[in-house]
T-cell receptor, first 111, second 113 residues
Framework: RKEVEQDPGPFNVPEGATVAFNCTYS??????FFWYRQDCRKEPKLLMS???SGNEDGRFTAQLNRASQYISLLIRDSKLSDSATYLC????????????FGKGTKLSVIP | EAQVTQNPRYLITVTGKKLTVTCSQN?????MSWYRQDPGLGLRQIYY???????DKGDVPEGYKVSRKEKRNFPLILESPSPNQTSLYFC????????????FGSGTQLSVL
């Protein structure tokens, strides 16, 4: 099993749609989970951290399922500006500052 | 403004000609790291540093060197670049508390001919 695995997409969705991405990770000792957004050829930027209780930031909701070792990102009411690649990021174990990046899921929101 | 400054943005060079990509952060971060990003392979870590004079290999360190003489600077050195090092490179930094956000530089597109 790959360390961090994501569906590469692309996901092509119409404006206003709800879209969900999943990500699985292999290291059961991982404690820190994030979603980063990357626009084409630009630097990744933190979208949100993912907490055990789940968290929401506007149209974005992140969930963590430790038992099944996956995290999810839900985007409601998609905007054209949401078009980007979404990277699932997981730390490498208890207390580790080292991060493993998934290869990303590409989202295109279509007018 | 909190930022990671990476230079140059674009670099074209020839095989074997030593080069340095600079990285500087103004947030007093302990942790700094270099990544390369290639199509289909995602971001892979080259080297990282937890503090001054402390550096460690990442997943793909071959052909690269780094140094951390000052807390703010973390240059990436290619002593003898080869075409397989053509890639998009990112420097990043963060604090070392739990769930610290990783700040990235704008990237350096390197082409080795």
């Amino acid at each position: 099993r790959k360390e961090v695995e994501q569906d590469p997409g692309p996901f092509n969705v119409p404006e206003g749609a709800t879209v969900a991405f999943n990500c699985t990770y292999s290291n059961s000792a991982s404690q820190s989970f994030f979603w980063y957004r990357q626009d084409c050829r630009k630097e990744p930027k933190l979208l949100m951290s993912v907490y055990s209780s789940g968290n929401e930031d506007g149209r974005f909701t992140a969930q963590l399922n430790r038992a099944s070792q996956y995290i999810s990102l839900l985007i409601r009411d998609s905007k054209l500006s949401d078009s980007a690649t979404y990277l699932c990021v997981v730390n490498r174990g208890a207390g580790s500052y080292q991060l493993t990046f998934g290869k990303g899921t590409k989202l295109s929101v279509i007018p | 403004e909190a930022q990671v400054t990476q230079n140059p943005r674009y670099l074209i060079t020839v095989t074997g000609k030593k080069l340095t990509v600079t990285c500087s952060q103004n947030m007093n971060h302990e942790y700094m790291s270099w990544y390369r990003q290639d199509p289909g392979l995602g971001l892979r870590q080259i080297y990282y540093s937890m503090n001054v004079e402390v550096t460690d290999k990442g997943d793909v360190p071959e052909g690269y060197k780094v140094s951390r003489k000052e807390k703010r600077n973390f240059p990436l050195i290619l002593e003898s670049p080869s075409p397989n090092q053509t890639s998009l490179y990112f420097c990043a930094s963060s604090g070392i508390a739990t769930n610290e956000k990783l700040f990235f530089g704008s990237g350096t597109q390197l082409s080795v001919l």
